[in-house]
């Protein structure tokens, strides 16, 4: 049996979320006839599935981020193989995601690859079927809530952080650090901006920290070899407290200092730097 230590708080919600609205007790989730596990569809995927669609998309205009113009429909054909045809991994919808009155157009695509990649494009409205490019989600297995917010998760980012990417530290002792990898993204007047944390969630990572610089040191041979995922997830509790505590670098450097102890410090901290430099290169909150 898996332990929900190893599950990301916010992710436990939703699920919770989607148990609460179906009105079904967590002890007597259903099967089906061929005896598979019934398990509800991502609110993401639900966002996109159940939302307002372009009757023409060739008529809705597109100003991206490199300030080239294209139009909704040539920009879906760009996602697919071979340009020929709709991509099975893109998909759009109109939103009013910060309540103003106007609707704002999404856009999700996979590019494919190991364990990569998902993306969320969001147009703002600027005239009558015309939308610039406004916010980028990158490589996050992101959740859109029934809220309209944006749960963004940091284990694809991280997932290859001296480690493999299904690797990830176990604890079962009972005072075990608890798993932390999400922040939470709202979308307000052509910016996403990230919901700030609070003093219990300041406890929880420094605590997670604390547990976690007591571990033993895993000395690593080559720039190939992995650890047990304890690095990995070190820079989890790292990147959660740089975004929800004001992107104070200097001050994410200080904690790494005071909990990782052992003599890989420079290099660890180095790498943890260089990832969040394309996390930040890649997104745009």
């Known amino acids: 049996m898996c332990s929900l230590k190893n599950i990301p708080v916010l992710v436990l919600a939703v699920l919770a979320a989607l148990l609460c609205r179906a009105q079904v007790p967590a002890d007597t989730l259903m099967f089906a006839r061929d005896s598979a596990l019934d398990i509800p569809t991502d609110p993401?995927?639900?966002?996109?599935?159940?939302?307002?669609?372009?009757?023409?998309?060739?008529?809705?205009?597109?100003?991206?981020k490199d300030r080239k113009t294209r139009s909704l429909s040539a920009l879906m054909k760009s996602f697919a193989p071979d340009e020929n045809g709709p991509s099975p991994y893109a998909d759009h919808a109109f939103s009013d995601m910060d309540n103003d009155g106007k609707k704002e157009l999404l856009i999700s695509n996979f590019t494919g690859g190991a364990h990569c990649c998902d993306e969320i494009y969001v147009f703002k409205n600027i005239a009558p079927n015309k939308y610039q490019q406004a916010a980028k989600l990158f490589a996050g297995n992101t959740i859109i809530t029934k809220e309209k917010e944006f749960i963004y998760d940091f284990h694809e980012q991280?997932?290859?952080?001296?480690?493999?990417?299904?690797?990830?530290?176990?604890?079962?002792?009972?005072?075990?650090?608890?798993s932390i990898s999400t922040i939470l993204l709202r979308y307000n007047r052509g910016k996403m901006l990230v919901q700030p944390g609070d003093p219990e969630l300041k406890t929880i990572i420094l605590?997670?920290?604390?547990?976690?610089?007591?571990?033993?040191?895993?000395?690593?041979?080559?720039?190939?070899?992995?650890?047990n995922g304890l690095r990995k997830e070190i820079a989890l509790n790292l990147v959660v407290y740089y975004y929800s505590f004001g992107k104070n670098?200097?001050?994410?450097?200080?904690?790494?200092?005071?909990?990782?102890?052992?003599?890989?410090?420079?290099?660890?901290?180095?790498?943890?730097?260089?990832?969040l430099q394309y996390l930040q290169q890649e997104n745009d909150f």
């Open 207 to 227: 605590d997670n920290l604390d547990k976690l610089g007591e571990q033993p040191y895993q000395p690593l041979e080559d720039d190939i070899a992995q650890d």
């Open 44 to 64: 993401t995927t639900v966002f996109f599935q159940e939302g307002e669609k372009s009757k023409s998309p060739g008529k809705i205009l597109l100003i991206l």
């Open 249 to 275: 670098l200097a001050e994410t450097r200080q904690l790494f200092y005071k909990y990782y102890k052992h003599p890989d410090v420079k290099k660890t901290w180095a790498a943890f730097v260089k990832q």
């Open 158 to 178: 991280f997932g290859y952080f001296f480690t493999c990417f299904a690797c990830g530290y176990e604890d079962s002792t009972d005072g075990a650090p608890l």
